[in-house]
């Protein structure tokens, strides 16, 4: 066999410099770690008459059903692709059935699945300019955290500008643009009725809200995002002013709400006024923190 005669040689001769330039074995794959509750399922239950939570006990997933079939928000870490596909089929969403995919910020315990629901479901995955860039790279060269959260890349089929509405069965949801906890957080609010055992509920205006903590990042001079501080003030004020009748967040414990128990789901309610104040409240102080060891 003539390629192993050509071979032979060259691999004789390269023998003593390999054996010189030996190294150590290359380290392990790290894959980061979470919190168990961010992984732990609870079972589906109703937010309004249309709006399901699907998530974990620690990190949101909400569903939407509408006439013309059914939009999901977030959807959690990585591996919750197939439970979230489970929990639709359990209150009557086929795959086919997923028509629009929404979430808040490209980190990988909130898009981690969305690659993956969208090809399963062929469902619509709807973000903005500044997060798109994020989940096309699957979470590498985050300003924040560089390559340490990744997650499988997801293409964004339609990008909306702040404040843009997108509609499905009746029912419309605008896009808020929260520029805090990243430079491409959304928030969206919709208008669904109050559970009601007779269908006739009373209006609720449900905002789903972006974190807007910042966990450990440089607030001070910061060459990737030099506009940081003014980027939080305008997601504070903006998350003010949303319509507000129900708040939820990415992480719910972060509002007030307790997954883990359905029947007393937000067993200390909070307003959006209220979370805008104290993530400030607790920007500021770090913000000062920053000040003092700078000084």
Same mark, same amino acid.
């Given at each position: 066999?003539?390629?192993?005669?050509?071979?032979? &040689?060259?691999?004789?001769?390269?023998?003593?410099?390999?054996?010189?330039?030996?190294?150590?074995?290359?380290?392990?794959?790290?894959?980061?770690?979470?919190?168990?509750?961010?992984?732990?399922?609870?079972?589906?239950?109703?937010?309004?008459?249309?709006?399901?939570?699907?998530?974990?006990?620690?990190?949101?997933?909400?569903?939407?059903?509408?006439?013309?079939?059914?939009v999901?928000?977030?959807?959690?870490?990585?591996?919750?692709?197939?439970m979230?596909?489970?929990?639709?089929?359990?209150?009557?969403?086929?795959?086919?059935?997923?028509?629009?995919?929404?979430?808040?910020?490209?980190?990988?315990?909130?898009?981690?699945?969305?690659?993956?629901?969208?090809?399963?479901?062929?469902?619509?995955?709807?973000?903005?300019?500044?997060?798109?860039?994020?989940?096309?790279?699957?979470?590498?060269?985050?300003?924040?955290?560089?390559?340490?959260?990744?997650? &499988?890349?997801?293409?964004?089929?339609?990008?909306?500008?702040?404040?843009?509405?997108?509609?499905?069965?009746?029912?419309?949801?605008?896009?808020?643009?929260?520029?805090?906890?990243t430079?491409?957080?959304?928030?969206?609010?919709?208008?669904?009725?109050?559970?009601?055992d007779?269908?006739?509920?009373?209006?609720?205006?449900?905002?789903?809200?972006?974190?807007?903590?910042?966990?450990?990042?440089?607030?001070?001079?910061?060459?990737?995002?030099?506009?940081?501080v003014?980027?939080?003030?305008?997601g504070?004020?903006?998350?003010?002013?949303?319509?507000?009748?129900?708040?939820?967040?990415?992480?719910?414990?972060?509002?007030?709400? #307790?997954?883990?128990? &359905?029947?007393?789901?937000h067993?200390?309610?909070? #307003?959006?006024?209220?979370?805008?104040?104290?993530?400030?409240?607790?920007?500021?102080?770090?913000l000062?923190?920053?000040?003092?060891?700078?000084?």
């Open positions: 066999m003539p390629p192993l005669r050509l071979l032979a &040689p060259t691999f004789t001769l390269l023998l003593p410099v390999l054996a010189v330039a030996a190294e150590p074995v290359l380290p392990q794959l790290e894959v980061y770690q979470t919190p168990d509750s961010w992984r732990q399922p609870v079972a589906p239950f109703p937010i309004a008459d249309r709006t399901w939570y699907i998530g974990t006990e620690g990190l949101s997933a909400l569903l939407v059903k509408t006439a013309d079939g059914a999901l928000i977030d959807g959690g870490m990585p591996q919750a692709a197939d979230l596909l489970r929990h639709m089929v359990e209150l009557g969403v086929a795959p086919r059935d997923l028509k629009l995919i929404l979430h808040s910020h490209a980190h990988g315990d909130h898009a981690g699945p969305l690659a993956a629901i969208r090809r399963a479901t062929g469902a619509t995955l709807v973000s903005n300019a500044e997060s798109a860039a994020l989940l096309a790279r699957g979470g590498s060269n985050d300003i924040h955290y560089g390559d340490d959260i990744l997650f &499988p890349p997801a293409h964004a089929d339609r990008l909306l500008q702040d404040g843009e509405t997108i509609e499905l069965g009746g029912i419309a949801f605008t896009v808020h643009f929260t520029p805090a906890h430079p491409g957080s959304m928030s969206w609010t919709w208008t669904d009725t109050r559970l009601s007779q269908g006739d509920g009373e209006p609720l205006r449900i905002a789903y809200v972006d974190s807007l903590s910042a966990p450990d990042y440089q607030l001070l001079d910061n060459p990737r995002f030099p506009h940081i003014d980027a939080y003030r305008s504070f004020e903006a998350v003010r002013n949303l319509p507000c009748d129900l708040l939820i967040a990415p992480h719910p414990g972060g509002v007030g709400w #307790s997954p883990a128990t &359905p029947d007393a789901p067993p200390k309610p909070m #307003s959006c006024v209220e979370y805008a104040d104290t993530a400030e409240r607790a920007f500021n102080q770090e000062a923190k920053q000040h003092q060891a700078a000084n």
